[in-house]
């Protein structure tokens, strides 16, 4: 095959990068290729829309082997990965009865969630009832201020059972900056609640119990590389400050467990894996480790909220499908799938049904769990792990520059660059630069959603306290656009847009329908139209239907006669808009036609903008 394959393709000449700009310049026809091709992201860097052999040369990354420091192609020689299903633990017994379930299913690691409940050893004993702690990881999540006492507790409880401590797997989360980052609040003494939870946790030892959740910046919506960078400061806090407190780097670097986010940017999160693993393994490496195992990290990965939405709530499949499928991809040794209705109900069975089976098709159907790094050689991948890589190198040096990273989060520098990254976001969307299919773009017309909305349940814990400091803003992406929506439901009357289409038929039928899913996405009832032969029969047409906004739908030139004589024929009886940007737009301003959507509209604030007009609060 290899001498087949050298014969078929010396049939053909190379093709220097040169002659394919060349081609590309040629093609453009005068446009600017780095304005037009080059994609410039918000992670810090550029990306080329291709790359080639020559791009990768020399990168440290295409020489690993998957089980072999730096670990940039993997921990372990497979990529099997855990199968998790998280569990709100409101009542033990019943919680008992549901792992025991999920385990039937396919589930291969439980996490238990304790929101705000006291464990005991009686009630941890009826929970983990029936479950084999050898056989299946366990992950436990409580408040930091019981995690210690929780640890002991499942100590004894795994000795008791005669269970081997060593053949036990899975974690118990400490977060030692959740205070600063979620709450606000400044944690003075988070080194000693971590000796303590470190010294509980040598009866289990290969239990992770030192948090690095970053997928809390992730579900802020930070980009990519910034949740990467903080991600390594944040672990290596924790491997400074107890090493100086007398702890091995091998026993802290063991214990620690970083749960990232999974965002929809699928090929960087391949990429944003592979460059995880090897910065942890330069960093643990510097400590200078008995054992290169310590180097290893461990990475739980989670499917993001912030691109979630509550309308068209089924896209949500579809998001989390491919951010499941990049952290396979990437080498995770975890997975968590979300269901597609978290965000707004306690999910039910069947979408906790469709979430696991979610990651049961990757492995069952497609194989991702039959070949470890399957991305490895793409020029693509290879050159962006080495970009993220560097940005967050970068960022990692600049709060270890600062202090270090509880510095950067008790001064809120953390949060408020990670805030100021969703605002940036959240403008994308607002633009439509970033698509939120079935939010700004492509709405479903007539769905409803304001009854299916529960309320979120309250933090019973008793640890909440007034914020000092700045706290991540977890407000999703599509947030904005669903408050608006769910105002015009919640006003009781709903504004009918009435298309005026006339004239040039490709240009009349495009800016219809851009206009229809630009009112819809407010929740506007959308009345569209073939089309009309005089501005008078579309004005009479639009007050029979009620309209309450006319938008007129023509082309460029159309609009210097048909503008006017549609605002005048309309008389105010309802709001009049033109659907495009035409050369004409500032003499048809100064005859009082003020309102015009493009693609260059602010989507959002547009709307905000008829909603008051219209007399929705």
Not at 82 to 96: G, H, P, S, Y
Not at 287 to 307: F, G, H, I, L, R
Not at 453 to 474: P, Q, W
Not at 508 to 526: E, I, K
Request: proline fraction near 3%.
């Amino acid at each position: 095959m290899a001498d087949l394959k050298e014969k078929l393709f010396s049939e053909f000449s190379p093709v220097t990068t040169e002659e394919w700009m060349a081609k590309i310049t040629a093609d453009l026809k005068g446009a600017p290729f780095e304005k037009k091709l080059v994609w410039k992201t918000g992670e810090g860097f550029n990306v080329n829309p291709f790359y080639r052999a020559e791009d990768i040369a020399g990168l440290k990354t295409t020489t690993s082997l998957p089980g072999e420091f730096p670990y940039v192609r993997g921990t372990k020689k497979d990529n099997d990965w855990k199968v998790r299903q998280n569990i709100d633990v409101t009542d033990f017994a019943a919680a008992n009865t549901k792992a025991l379930d999920l385990l039937q299913k396919g589930v291969t690691s439980l996490g238990f969630h304790f929101k705000g409940k006291e464990v005991s050893a009686e009630n941890l004993a009826t929970l983990l009832k029936g479950i084999c702690p050898e056989c299946v990881e366990l992950n436990f999540k409580t408040c930091n201020c019981q995690a210690a006492s929780l640890i002991g507790m499942l100590a004894d409880y795994v000795k008791g059972l005669g269970a081997d401590a060593n053949k036990c797997y899975g974690s118990v989360s400490y977060n030692p900056f959740k205070k600063p980052l979620v709450k606000g609040q400044p944690l003075d003494n988070w080194a000693e609640q971590a000796i303590a939870v470190l010294t509980a946790a040598k009866g289990l030892p290969n239990y992770r119990v030192l948090a690095v959740d970053a997928c809390q910046l992730n579900d802020a919506g930070a980009y990519i590389t910034q949740e990467l960078g903080y991600a390594l400061a944040w672990g290596n806090e924790i491997i400074a400050k107890l090493t100086e407190n007398g702890f091995s780097v091998d026993e802290v670097a063991n214990k620690i467990k970083f749960n990232f986010g999974i965002s929809a940017n699928y090929f960087m999160e391949i990429a944003k894996f592979r460059a995880a693993r090897w910065l942890w393994a330069e960093i643990v490496a510097n400590y200078k480790p008995q054992n290169n195992d310590a180097c290893k990290m461990v990475a739980q990965a989670q499917t993001s909220e912030w691109n979630m939405t509550i309308y068209d709530a089924h896209v949500n499949l579809l998001r989390t499908q491919t951010e499941a499928m990049s952290a396979a991809i990437g080498g995770v040794d975890s997975i968590t799938v979300a269901p597609f209705d978290v965000i707004y109900q306690t999910p039910d069975d069947f979408s906790e049904r469709i979430a696991r089976n979610q990651q049961l098709l990757l492995k069952e159907e497609c194989h991702f769990d039959k070949v470890v790094d399957p991305s490895a050689g793409s020029y693509y991948i290879e050159v962006l792990t080495g970009s993220i890589a560097e940005v967050a190198w970068n960022l990692f040096l600049e709060i270890e520059d600062k202090g270090g990273f509880y510095a950067a989060a008790k001064a809120g520098e953390v949060q408020g660059a990670v805030n100021a990254s969703a605002v940036a976001r959240k403008k994308a969307i607002a633009t439509r630069r970033e698509t939120l299919l079935g939010t700004n773009q492509f709405p479903n017309f007539t769905e409803v959603a304001a009854d299916k909305i529960e309320k979120d349940a309250a933090c019973n814990c008793g640890c909440g306290k007034e914020a000092t400091i700045t706290a991540l803003d977890f407000s999703r992406g599509a947030f904005e656009f669903e408050a608006l929506r769910l105002a015009t439901e919640k006003s009781g009357k709903t504004p009918k847009v009435f298309m005026l289409t006339m004239g040039n038929l490709a240009m009349r039928l495009a800016r219809s329908q851009f206009s229809s899913n630009f009112f819809a996405c407010a929740g506007y009832q959308v009345i569209d139209n073939l089309g009309f032969d005089t501005v008078e029969a579309g004005i009479d047409a639009a007050m029979k239907a009620g309209a309450d906004i006319v938008v007129l739908c023509s082309s460029d030139d159309e609009y210097t006669e048909l503008a006017p004589a549609a605002y005048k024929a309309l008389n105010g009886k309802a709001l009049f808009v033109v659907a495009g940007a035409p050369a004409s737009m500032e003499d048809l301003k100064a005859q009082g036609i003020t309102e015009f959507i493009n693609v260059k509209s602010n989507v959002l604030e547009t709307l905000k903008a008829f909603n008051a007009k219209l007399g929705i609060a």
